[in-house]
């Protein structure tokens, strides 16, 4: 699991300021989803993309265990005064059956661990979005492979499960204020392995971008698997 810190949230909000990511993302996701639904995001983080899909969906529940990520994102919908999306840390898991329209998972866990439960609690369809590639994310996928895309879609196509899948790639770079702070953030995500961050920050650290001293890109792959309500893995193996 994604360990969120006061230093990682502050560098996550900062990326988001000079970043079309989750506008990109929502994008991504609104095509699936109508003016009156009820969708539950499973595992929110700071639930930015949630900030996005909101206007357009009837009322947005964001779950999370993390509490600090969830005061950050109460503070951001009074801010942004989004009065339809409500944050909860309470057990997903024990969720009323068919309590929502669609479940919203954006690299949450993996498929053969949660996917049961996420068809359980939706009426319509479950939304997962997964990262193919991104520099930051090594750390989280070391020994995980189906927490990624591609460990996601064998799994859906070993058990047979209807989807459809979309892939786009989109910029969620991060500036950063000192030398410092940029080796703090290579070590954080483990970027370059066991190697030194300073090795990785010599061929890959950009200067001057978004009135920042110092920047580093990150190209994003991302897949939408949008999978509709049906037989769950479980029920296909009886």
């Known amino acids: 699991m994604f360990k969120w810190t006061d230093e990682s949230i502050k560098w996550w909000k900062r990326a988001r300021t000079y970043s079309s990511h989750y506008k990109e993302m929502a994008q991504l996701v609104l095509p699936y989803l109508e003016e009156k639904e009820v969708v539950y995001d499973i595992g929110c983080g700071l639930g930015y993309i949630d900030l996005e899909v909101a206007p357009y969906v009837d009322k947005i529940k964001c779950f999370d265990i993390e509490e600090k990520v969830l005061e950050e994102l109460r503070k951001e919908t009074l801010i942004q005064k989004v009065d339809n999306l409500s944050v909860s840390n309470e057990e997903w898991l024990e969720l009323p059956d068919q309590s929502c329209d669609t479940v919203l998972a954006c690299s949450f866990g993996s498929l053969a661990e949660y996917l049961d439960d996420f068809m359980r609690i939706a009426r319509k369809q479950v939304l997962i979005l997964k990262r193919n590639r ?9 020994g995980k492979p189906l927490y990624s895309a591609a460990g996601s879609e064998c799994y859906l196509n070993e058990n047979k499960i209807p989807y459809r899948k979309i892939s786009v790639y989109s910029d969620f770079g991060q500036p950063l204020e000192s030398l410092e702070e940029a080796e703090k953030f290579v070590s954080f995500h483990r970027i370059n392995g066991d190697e030194p961050a300073k090795k990785y ?15 580093l890109s990150n190209r994003k792959e991302m897949s939408l698997f949008v999978i509709p309500k049906g037989e769950t893995a479980d029920e296909k193996r009886k």
């Open 201 to 215: 920050l010599e061929q890959h650290l950009e200067t001057g971008k978004y009135g920042y001293p110092y920047y």
């Open 134 to 142: 991104s520099k930051f994310a090594q750390k989280y996928y070391e």
